[in-house]
């Protein structure tokens, strides 16, 4: 129903039908400005609106590949390939000066690429203040680096207990590890939630969107997870969807972290995993995002042993078909 008020009579309001409203416009010869939208809900005229894809910067480099490491590389492949955007992996970067980054947020721009995403690593999971305080300066300065670029959100860890040794050590054990003796994961949940509640004015600040990973540690398990950012309750704080994290029951554990997504980070494996492979059914994942009602970017961490020259646009091929 639309609602029209004669000019002559502003007291009064007529509520005319979506035909008597059209009736009276080609009266007046006005038919054809009649918007099509008119009388129908937000849901069904809600145009359909493209996927965009992103490709993480890791993607290329993956910690080892000397020869893929340099962001503006990664840029002008990203563009070639027929990304939308890029995220960029903090460690990465060779160089953080001001000038450096000019220079990141301009080749981007002139690429056509947007700056979606940046990836960080921090960790609160520890009995030691001082070490926490380090890594809540080390994550307010990447927020204001995320601002100097551009990006409008900032992947986030919890961190973890470092009990199993070495990440590869962590990999063979699922990612699971004991908590460090003595202490608790009411102790680990504390200081977490504590550094990231540290973090809040500086990302409203500077408008960057923190978005907790599922991502080892206390964020192993979506329930990890929404524990912190429910408890934080900040428009600031959000998730970032790893579809590669949850190494059983992918698709019920994304969803109850896919209301407060606003980055998702999506795995391929050619040539076989780094660490393990998982078969990920994306068609399915694209269905579960869209009853969510997300609409950003998803972005590709390619985490395979294939060259990345293929797997690269092998995988963004794929994910278009399954976004489709």
Sequence with gaps: MGSYRDPSSPSATTTLSRRQLGTALAATGLAGLLPSSVGATASTVRPERRTKFAVSTYSFWQFSRAEYRDIDRCLDLAAEWGFDGVEIL????????????????QRAFVNGLDL????????????????RRQN????????EMAYAMGIPTMRVNTGRWGTSGSFDELMKNRGIEPVLAGYTEEDGFGWVTA????????A???????????????????????RIVREIDSPWLKTTLDTGNFLEDPYDRLEQMADDAVL??????????????LELDYPRI????????FGGY????????????????RSLKMLQQAFA
Excluded at 136 to 143: A, D, G, S
Excluded at 204 to 226: D, F, I, S, Y
């Design 286 to 293: 694209a269905e579960l995002l869209k009853r969510h009602g």
């Design 116 to 131: 979606c995403g940046f990836s960080t690593h921090q960790g609160w999971v520890s009995p030691d203040p001082e070490k």
């Design 264 to 277: 998702v980070q999506a795995k391929t494996y050619y040539g076989g995993g780094l660490w393990y492979s």
């Design 195 to 202: 550094g990231l509640e540290e973090c809040l004015p500086a």
């Design 136 to 143: 809540t300066e080390h994550t307010i300065r990447c927020i």
């Design 90 to 105: 903090h460690r990465q970067m060779t160089d953080e000066s001001n000038a450096t980054m000019q220079k990141i947020k």
């Design 298 to 313: 998803v972005s590709l961490e390619f985490e395979g042993k294939d060259d990345p020259a293929a797997a690269i646009p």
């Design 204 to 226: 409203e600040k500077c408008g960057v969107t923190l978005g907790l990973e599922n991502h080892w540690g206390l964020g192993r398990t979506p329930e990890g997870v929404m």
